[in-house]
């Protein structure tokens, strides 16, 4: 495929989500997160848990 038509088909998605004011996928996120305090949030440890985890699993 070419790189021009996925440029476009991104623009076009970008429009409509515009035109409909889809919100941002970071503003949903928030709003999932509302309540949720910030400590117990924390990707890099939770991505070092999950690494751990795979590693134990996988090579004992």
Partial sequence: M???VI????AI??????HYRVPHPEELLREE?????EEHFN????GLEVRR?????HFP
Wanted: aromatic share 0%; glycine share 4%.
């Fill in 13 to 18: 998605l970008h429009n409509i989500a515009l």
């Fill in 7 to 10: 440029i476009n088909a991104c």
């Fill in 43 to 46: 990707p890099q440890r939770e």
């Fill in 53 to 57: 985890r795979i590693v134990a699993q």
């Fill in 2 to 4: 070419q790189v021009k």
């Fill in 33 to 37: 997160l509302d309540g949720v305090e």
